[in-house]
C-alpha cells in the first residue's frame, strides 16, 4: 500500500521560506513520476504548482511559482521536498504531494496521480 506523509507546512511572513516533504512508503522513487497541488482557502479544486519525472528529470513549475519554488527528490530516503522561498500571501493554501508512474510533466494533471498526501497547510502573513 502506497502511503504519503507531507510535513513541513506552518505559518510564516510574507519573503520568508519553508519546505515542504513528502515521505513515502510502499512506493520507490526510482521509477516515478512526482508533483506538488495546493488548494487554496475557498479554492474548488487543487492547482498543480510542480511536477518531476524519473524519464526526463526536468522540473516543471506553473508560473505562480517559478523561480522561487523548487522540487527536489532524495532516492535514498524516498522522500520528494518543495522548497518554498520568497514566499507571498497569495502561496496560502493547503500543499498535497502526489505520485504514480513516470509522466510528461509539461501536462500534468491531478487526474494522472494515483496516490495523494493528506496535505500539509501552508499560511503566509503578509
Known amino acids: 500500500e502506497v502511503q504519503l506523509v507531507e510535513s513541513g507546512g506552518g505559518l510564516v511572513q510574507a519573503g520568508g521560506s519553508l519546505r515542504l516533504s513528502c515521505a513515502a512508503t510502499?512506493?520507490?522513487?526510482?521509477?516515478?513520476?512526482v508533483a506538488w497541488f495546493r488548494q487554496a482557502p475557498g479554492g474548488k479544486e487543487r492547482v498543480g504548482v510542480s511536477?518531476?519525472?524519473?524519464?526526463?528529470?526536468?522540473?516543471y513549475y506553473s508560473r505562480a511559482v517559478k523561480g522561487r519554488f523548487t522540487i527536489s527528490v532524495d532516492s535514498a530516503k524516498n522522500t520528494v521536498y518543495l522548497q518554498m522561498d520568497s514566499l507571498k500571501p497569495e502561496d496560502t493554501a493547503v500543499y498535497y504531494c502526489?505520485?504514480?508512474?513516470?509522466?510528461?510533466?509539461?501536462?500534468?494533471?491531478?487526474?494522472?496521480?494515483?496516490?495523494w498526501g493528506q496535505g500539509t497547510q501552508v499560511t503566509v502573513s503578509s
Open positions: 510502499g512506493f520507490t522513487f526510482e521509477h516515478y513520476g
Open positions: 502526489a505520485v504514480d508512474e513516470p509522466l510528461d510533466c509539461s501536462a500534468y494533471s491531478g487526474a494522472y496521480f494515483g496516490y
Open positions: 511536477c518531476i519525472s524519473s524519464d526526463d528529470g526536468r522540473p
